[in-house]
T-cell receptor, first 119, second 112 residues
């Protein structure tokens, strides 16, 4: 498998502030990471693909200027929600892409998630 | 548009029974298929993957793949209340991309 951490696990902020979420791959170097968002009782929604050393690829409808992604190293990707508003309140989850080896196919492993509440 | 379809449930089974979760996909070129389990309020956890036609067993879990029918299933034997969760089917389109297409998930409830 893969060990993925996210920090913070929970954050409450005021409307208009910015929040940074960190995603770390703890046991291997991840060239590719993904950021998802999940609203209550809804399915996962892919926000963007984060590639080390290059610009993130955003899904249609996701504002790149609002959700800033930086993948500056092979073990760390960050998601910054800028000027957060109550409608940005959600569960944000990152995943790392682990390439195939003898035992596995290319696989995604998820971090524990960050619950964001914007007041 | 590539789609992955799952019955949203809830699927209720008694403790000790076999739970059968089904998934169909639209992209015939898909190569790898994954089952994730997501407990309420938690992130998805990989249970198993399959990429060859037939069955693949891992403990109480069996994944079944039929590429001709574009159908993948997950069987859970001797279901336990701790298996109660939402099960997500995910499909990887092919080589060169790590991106997965997820179904909306089936909620399983195992009744003691």
């Amino acid at each position: 498998g893969a060990v993925v951490s996210q920090h913070p696990s929970r954050v409450i902020c005021k409307s208009g502030t910015s929040v940074k979420i960190e995603c770390r791959s703890l046991d291997f170097q991840a060239t590719t990471m993904f950021w998802y968002r999940q609203f209550p009782k809804q399915s996962l929604m892919l926000m963007a693909t984060s590639n080390e050393g290059s610009k993130a690829t955003y899904e249609q409808g996701v504002e790149k200027d609002k959700f800033l992604i930086n993948h500056a190293s092979l073990t760390l990707s960050t998601l910054t929600v800028t000027s957060a508003h109550p409608e940005d309140s959600s569960f944000y989850i990152c995943s790392v892409a682990r390439p195939a080896d003898f035992y596995n196919t290319d696989t995604q492993y998820f971090g524990p998630g960050t619950r964001l509440t914007v007041l | 548009q590539k789609e992955v379809e799952q019955n949203s449930g809830p699927l209720s089974v008694p403790e000790g029974a076999i739970a059968s979760l089904n998934c169909t996909y639209s992209d015939r070129g898909s190569q790898s298929f994954f089952w994730y389990r997501q407990y309420s309020g938690k992130s998805p956890e990989l249970i198993m993957f399959i990429y060859s036609n037939g069955d693949k067993e891992d403990g109480r879990f069996t994944a079944q793949l039929n590429k001709a029918s574009q159908y993948v299933s997950l069987l859970i034997r001797d279901s336990q209340p701790s298996d109660s969760a939402t099960y997500l089917c995910a499909v990887k389109p092919g080589a060169g991309s790590y991106q997965l297409t997820f179904g909306k998930g089936t909620k399983l409830s195992v009744i003691p």
